[in-house]
C-alpha cells in the first residue's frame, strides 16, 4: 500500500514538473520571438514609424502589406550611374567629361567586394489613409532606407491624391494653330480649359494646322496622340493643379503658373 502510494507520488511530481517545463520552454520561445529582430521587422517598423509622423491624416493610416525587403548594394548604385551617363555620352558637350566619369566608375566596379557592400535597403509598402482630398485611398509606395533603416526617400507622393484639377492651354504660335483637341477620347474645343481626372494614366489627341509658307493659309489638319501620367509628387508639396501645355507636336506638364511663366510660352488662357 505505502509501495503504491509512493509510485503514485512519483509520477504525479513527474507530471508536474514535465507541465513546468513545457511551460517554461513555450514562455521561452514567445520571449525570444518578441525580442528578435530582424532587417524586416525593423524597415517595417521604421516606415510605419514614418508615415505616422509625415502623413496629414495619421489616425486614419492603416498598414496593409510589406514586401520582402530588399537590398542595394555599391555595384547596384554605381550600374546605375553607368547608364544614367550612357544617355548622354554623344550628346553633351561635356561627353568627354562623362566618358572619364564613366571609365572612374569602371574602375571601382572592378574592386571585389562591392556586389556585397550593402548601402541601402529597399521596401515596397501597401496601406490605406485619408488622402490630401480627403478621399480613402490605397497606395503602394517604395522606401529607400540607409543602412541604419533610417527613410530616406519615396517613389511617389506618401500622401496620395484621387484627383487633380487639370488646366489645358495651347501656345498661340504664329506657325501653326490648334484646333481643339480629345481627352481620354471626350472631344473639346480650345475653349475649354478646365478639367478634373482622376490620377493615373491619361491620353490626349490635338489637330494641328501648319500655316503656309509665303501664305497667311493652313495646311490640312494633323492630329497627334500623346499619354500622360497624373501623379502626385514626391515631395508631398501638394498643389492640384496639373497645366497641360499643348505647344505644336508636343505637350508640356506644369505644376504650377510661375512655372509656365518661366517657358515665356504665349498662351490662349489665363490660368
Known amino acids: 500500500m505505502i509501495a503504491n502510494q509512493i509510485i503514485i507520488y512519483i509520477k504525479l511530481t513527474i507530471k508536474t514538473l514535465n507541465m513546468k517545463t513545457i511551460a517554461y520552454i513555450l514562455c521561452l520561445a514567445v520571449f525570444v520571438t518578441a525580442c528578435t529582430k530582424t532587417p524586416q521587422t525593423i524597415a517595417e517598423k521604421e516606415v510605419k514609424s514614418f508615415l505616422k509622423l509625415k502623413l496629414k491624416n495619421p ?11 530588399d537590398t ?6 554605381l550600374k546605375l550611374a553607368l547608364d544614367y551617363y550612357n544617355m548622354f555620352v554623344g550628346f553633351s558637350a561635356d561627353s568627354q567629361k562623362i ?10 566596379l572592378a574592386t571585389p567586394g562591392l556586389d ?4 541601402y535597403y529597399s ?27 533610417k527613410v530616406l526617400h519615396y517613389d ?8 487633380f484639377d487639370v488646366a489645358i492651354a495651347t501656345d498661340l504660335s504664329e506657325y501653326y494653330k490648334i484646333d481643339r483637341y480629345e481627352l481620354d477620347g471626350k472631344p473639346y474645343s480650345t475653349s475649354t480649359v478646365r478639367h478634373r481626372l ?16 509665303m501664305s497667311d493659309d493652313y495646311l490640312p489638319l494633323v492630329s497627334y ?13 501638394v498643389p492640384g493643379i496639373r497645366i497641360l501645355v499643348i505647344s505644336g507636336d508636343y505637350i508640356f506638364t506644369y505644376n504650377s503658373k510661375e512655372e509656365v511663366e518661366k517657358s515665356e510660352k504665349t498662351l490662349n488662357a489665363v490660368l
Open 72 to 77: 542595394i548594394t555599391e555595384a547596384d548604385t
Open 225 to 237: 496622340n500623346k499619354e500622360f501620367w497624373l501623379m502626385d509628387n514626391a515631395k508631398d508639396t
Open 59 to 69: 489616425g486614419d493610416y492603416k498598414a496593409i502589406s510589406f514586401e520582402k525587403l
Open 198 to 213: 482622376p490620377y493615373g494614366k491619361h491620353t490626349i489627341r490635338w489637330w494641328k494646322a501648319d500655316k503656309m509658307l
Open 116 to 119: 556585397t557592400n550593402i548601402v
Open 156 to 163: 511617389r507622393g506618401i500622401q496620395g491624391q484621387a484627383y
Open 123 to 149: 521596401i515596397i509598402h501597401k496601406y490605406s489613409h485619408l488622402g490630401l482630398d480627403n478621399e480613402k485611398l490605397e497606395l503602394e509606395v517604395r522606401f529607400i532606407l540607409d543602412k541604419n533603416f
Open 99 to 108: 566618358k572619364q566619369a564613366m571609365a572612374a566608375i569602371n574602375e571601382r
